[in-house]
């Protein structure tokens, strides 16, 4: 049986030979039969065009815009703005310290001979801690109070010369007044005489001048005694100071021995007593503290934002106690100052170095706009926030001004309205100024 290739073939035999063709047995009944078209799918340039079309759309769904970065809002932190009451506060974590702290030093250098206490015990105000010894010192304590007794030993010297020229002085003008006593009876006994005719002039004459001689004597000896006694009294006083100057040179050379002992120079708790026997100590040296024992106060290092805010005076409470900021020390160090605070009433429970939360009032509490704390406050600084769109899908960075802050809530006074939300998470990375939220 003839295929139907083979009929065409002597069919196109016969056509190109110019022979006439006779159509074979059953030609009538055979027909061509058109084949299918593909559908578009199957054709493979379609296919391929449309798979390229697809990926591009991928593509272009998954590059950001331009300026633009992508973030997973799963994984990002959102807070929104809203009107509510502010509390204007600091919280810090404070230390207790001690209200005053005395440092107990060394006065004289020398070896630690013998330890009258220990560390941590209490102790009262000039109460003996330590003894020292120091030879160098004795001997010149010893030298120095032959020479102070000797310079006292000449002043008491000339203090018996004063006296005894005084006693002679008084000696003398008691003895012209005797002599002076004896002439004028002499004198009236040689009148009397005179008187009754017994006695020439020329004898009454050498007794009157007897008389008058004795009276000049007496009056120079007085006279002569006033002046003495004036230069004696200021000599005395001179010497008087001069001894008392002594005496008091005598005393702080002895007292140098009484350095060799350590002295507590105040009341409380001695701490950081740490002296060994057999221990050289130099004059200043320390030897440990005294602590104010049931005095505190609270010391805090506070975060340089609230340098200029925290002022003394202010209020504060801890642990149900009430304090007032005492003192602001300016100084900053590591990004933060210390502030000390002075308790009203000190709970009698505290122990040093306890550390405690307390609360510093910065203001009154009253209503403004606010919004969360978080990253974006360090990384705009403040002055820029990413904030969402309505749909939610795209966060644009904006210019904002914010003011007073706590942990937990910062006042907004410009550039966000009550019911927007922000980014609340560090943004510093992002150098575009729209976040794509996928």
Do not use: C
Not at 317 to 339: C, E, I, Q
Request: glycine share 10%; net charge positive.
């Amino acid at each position: 049986m003839m295929t139907d290739q083979a009929v065409g073939a002597m069919a196109a035999t016969k056509v190109a030979s110019g022979a006439p063709t006779k159509a074979p047995q059953g030609a009538a009944m055979d027909r061509r039969l058109e084949r299918a078209p593909r559908v578009w799918w199957r054709r493979r340039g379609a296919l391929a065009a449309a798979v390229l079309a697809l990926l591009a759309l991928l593509l272009w769904r998954a590059l950001p815009a331009s300026g633009s970065t992508d973030m997973v809002v799963a994984e990002t932190e959102i807070g929104a703005v809203m009107r509510a009451p502010f509390a204007d506060y600091l919280p810090v974590r404070a230390t207790v310290a001690p209200r005053v702290t005395t440092l107990v030093g060394v006065l004289s250098g020398g070896q630690v001979e013998r330890l009258l206490v220990q560390d941590g015990m209490l102790v009262a105000a000039g109460q003996p801690l330590a003894t020292l010894a120091n030879s160098t010192l004795q001997l010149d304590v010893l030298t120095r109070e032959a020479q102070i007794a000797g310079q006292l030993g000449s002043l008491a010297g000339e203090d018996l010369g004063i006296e005894r020229n005084r006693l002679d002085r008084s000696a003398q003008v008691a003895q012209a007044r005797y002599d002076l006593l004896k002439a004028e009876r002499e004198f009236d006994k040689r009148r009397q005489l005179h008187d009754q005719g017994l006695l020439a002039d020329a004898g009454l004459r050498s007794y009157a001048e007897e008389v008058a001689y004795q009276r000049e004597r007496l009056a120079q000896l007085q006279r002569g005694g006033s002046a003495e006694a004036r230069i004696t009294a200021t000599q005395g006083a001179r010497l008087d100071d001069t001894r008392t100057r002594l005496e008091r040179n005598l005393a702080a050379v002895r007292a140098g021995l009484d350095t060799l002992v350590v002295r507590a120079p105040a009341a409380g708790r001695l701490t950081n007593f740490t002296l060994q026997p057999g221990q050289t100590l130099r004059p200043g040296d320390p030897a440990g503290q005294v602590d104010s024992e049931g005095s505190w106060k609270l010391e805090a290092d506070v975060d340089e934002y609230y340098l200029g805010r925290v002022v003394a005076g202010q209020r504060a409470a801890a642990g149900g106690a009430a304090l007032t900021v005492a003192k602001v020390l300016p100084a900053v160090k590591d990004g933060r100052f210390r502030v000390e605070l002075a308790f009203d009433r000190a709970p009698a429970d505290l122990r040093r170095g306890q550390t405690l939360d307390a609360r510093i009032t910065l203001g009154s509490t009253a209503p403004a706009s606010v919004a969360p704390v978080g990253g974006w406050l360090e990384s705009g600084g403040g002055g820029a926030a990413f904030v969402l769109d309505p749909d939610g899908r795209h966060a644009r960075r904006r210019a904002i001004r914010v003011g007073r802050r706590n942990p937990e809530q910062v006042e907004i006074l410009a550039g966000l309205a009550p019911g927007e939300r922000l980014v609340l998470g560090n943004t510093a990375a992002i150098r575009g100024d729209v976040i794509n939220l996928r």
